[in-house]
């Protein structure tokens, strides 16, 4: 599986930014997809996921300001940021696993950088 995630930029507190994940190869065997993000001297931490049955998943930090969806096919991956806050700036990446623990594929980031 091959990730290319794009849509980074830089914002306003209070401003919003989509994400864009373009997925190929085995995309019809992914179990999960997720955005994971990583501030500078801190680890990656799960944003938001979404399972083949529809189910969505959010950091608590993120609930009700940030929105996983997914084109069907798994081709592409979407998250909607809205109400940025300067401790959403990090580089987002997106992410897929063919079952629920197998292993984990990653794209390169893209960066986000919300300004106060």
């Known amino acids: 599986v091959q990730l290319q995630a794009s849509g980074g930029g830089l914002v306003q507190a209070g401003g919003s930014l989509r994400l864009t994940c373009a997925a190929s190869g085995s995309i019809s065997s992914i179990y999960v997809m997720g955005w994971y993000r990583q501030a500078p001297g801190k680890q990656r931490d799960l944003v938001a996921s979404i399972r083949t049955s529809g189910s969505t998943n959010y950091a608590d930090s993120v609930k009700g300001r940030f929105t996983i969806s997914r084109v069907n096919t798994w081709s592409t991956l979407y998250l909607q940021m809205n109400a940025l806050e300067p401790e959403d700036t990090a580089v987002y990446y997106c992410?897929?696993?063919?079952?629920?623990?197998?292993?984990?594929?990653w794209g390169k980031g893209t960066l986000v950088t919300v300004s106060s």
């Open positions: 992410n897929a696993r063919l079952s629920p623990y197998g292993r984990h594929y």
